[in-house]
């Protein structure tokens, strides 16, 4: 199995929300930090937001702050991005990521990071 597996990517229009998923082992799940990245064709990867493996701490890229929200469900070793209020600007390939140190996620590109989900992509039409 894959240590980190997203779902939840579809198309939709400006406005509408979405809430990606990402199913990590128990591990992972319990011992990592857990971020979400995203990756627009012809772009770089950027940082979206990271929660610590508590749950205490969370942290968001400027352009995710009051739209997007990371959340952990312990009892589904699942992690979330609840993004609303999509604009068109949003479109991209979202990837789960953890590392065992979050200052990990403030690389470029999350370089470095110890693991990746195969990504899911989203995609809002205008």
């Known amino acids: 199995q894959a240590p980190l597996v997203e779902s939840g990517g579809g198309l939709v229009k400006t406005g509408d929300s979405l809430r990606l998923s990402c199913a990590a082992s128990g591990n992972i799940f319990n011992n990592y930090q857990m971020a979400w990245f995203r990756q627009a064709p012809g772009k770089e990867r950027e940082f979206v937001a990271s929660?610590?493996?508590?749950?205490?701490?969370?942290n968001y890229a400027k352009f995710a702050k009051g739209r997007f929200t990371i959340s952990k469900d312990n009892d589904k070793n699942t992690a979330y991005l609840q993004m609303n209020n999509l604009i068109p600007e949003d479109t991209a390939t979202y990837y789960c990521?953890?590392?065992?140190?979050?200052?990990?996620?403030?690389?470029?590109?999350?370089?470095?990071?110890?693991?990746w989900g195969q990504g899911t992509a989203v995609t809002v039409s205008s």
């Open positions: 990521a953890a590392d065992r140190v979050i200052g990990t996620f403030d690389r470029p590109g999350g370089n470095g990071v110890d693991y």
């Open positions: 929660i610590s493996s508590s749950s205490r701490y969370t």
